[in-house]
DNA sequence: CGTTGCATTGAAATCCCTCAAGCGAGGTGG
DNA sequence: CCACCTCGCTTGAGGGATTTCAATGCAACG
């Protein structure tokens, strides 16, 4: 899981250096890209936060985990997605890559400079934090209140939609991941998408890429 | 549940018109107070934003319920919290008094000039988004990953330093409350509640004032 | 061709929910 | 004042959805 952030700590610039990073719509400031493995680990818990981070390419996931080993997945941030944002100066989740991916890192001191001058951008800082509440409100829902069926029916629903690919979803995360996020485990996981499969609400070619069928009927489990 | 909002309706200033209302620590905007009966509705899911609140005192609950009627209670309010800032112009839960309760209203226009005049307004509206965003993140795990032993030990401890009562937690809301925000049921909350107590961890001289006897039981069922 | 890392499947266990009854405090009316 | 009702809380018994434990399948890779 945690391979090597030894190379974060050296800080060069991958990518083109002092190039902007478009953060947000108005929000161009100088920043650096950078590649991540699958599983390794962005940033990590408890860890200063000294940048703020989009997606390029590739999937992430937040997650937090307990002293023994349960974890919760926050949030998986797709291209484009920004990421890191946080009300201290520690990171209250880590970060890690899902797949490989690149990453842009903003520095949050340039972040709340631009915020500082410019209203219209401390106005978009503002709405990505917003955004993230309106999404967590759902999720919260979704764990509090909301059976098996429900949970993979909505996640398949929300990934449709998010990757803009039809009636085809890729998936770039494990079981694992899914389960993690969904506070289920594998096992439920895989049991309640063959059901699905069975049910003709989905189609499963290979465990990573699903074919919705029957949106309704995934639609029909959510509120 | 829903009792008359009618009077809302009106928009009288109920308290002293005019006279600043301390939303953040510099910003004092012009605004009102209300007051809410037990159980009335402060506003509704998918009714315009137009306004930010602040308990003044009392206690309040924001809600999002499914069309079968399961209920997830996303936060509870105490005096001095702000609630009510949303992403877009509709609100996306709603927000009922647990007790009776006084409300400040500020116009969402007047919080967002202000923003707009000032960085330094604009940072703490930030805040408020973050803050809440770490207070989900926590509650996210408790919902996906924790039991009901540790889900209530949790709540214990949040209101016992929210409440801020030592070891006294005088309880506003009614176990049904509580169950929703936790994701259980009235009867699991119940009975956790009274083995708690024959574990000695907590007292229950009435059902909603508990005396915290053993921190470090409860605390220990957390991460 | 064995290994490794997911994913699936099955059987048993468990935690929590559902259903149902009882209890106690507070209010109301006779 | 007491009977009566209501409402919220507690308690019990039984059931069910999900987890746990364990085995198998399967594709990728050296």
Not at 57 to 71: A, E, K, N, Q
Not at 183 to 210: F, K, W, Y
Request: net charge neutral.
């Amino acid at each position: 899981m945690q391979t090597q952030t030894a190379e974060r700590t050296s800080f060069q610039p991958k990518g083109i250096p002092g190039r902007g990073i478009q953060l947000t719509e108005t929000m161009n400031l100088p920043g650096f890209v950078m590649e991540f493995a699958r599983n390794e680990e962005i940033f990590g818990e408890e860890e200063p936060a000294d940048f703020v981070y989009k997606v390029i390419s590739g999937t992430v996931r937040t997650v937090r985990i307990l002293s023994d080993g349960r974890r919760q997945v926050a949030a998986f941030l797709l291209a484009g997605e920004v990421f890191g944002v946080e009300h201290g100066e520690l990171h209250r989740f880590s970060a890690e890559a899902v797949s490989d991916c690149k990453v842009a890192l903003v520095r949050r001191s340039a972040v709340e400079k631009a915020a500082e001058l410019s209203s219209r951008a401390a106005r978009e800082l503002w709405s990505l934090a917003t955004c993230d509440l309106v999404r967590l409100q759902d999720h919260m829902l979704l764990l509090g209140r909301k059976n098996a069926n429900e949970r993979v029916g909505a996640f398949l629903l929300d990934m449709s939609q998010r990757t803009k690919g039809g009636d085809t979803v890729e998936l770039a995360m494990s079981r694992t991941d899914i389960a993690d996020y969904l506070g289920l485990t594998i096992e439920t996981v895989s049991r309640t998408l063959t059901q699905m499969e069975r049910d003709r609400a989905i189609a499963l070619p290979t465990c990573r890429h699903i074919l919705l069928r029957n949106r309704a009927a995934l639609a029909r489990l959510d509120s």
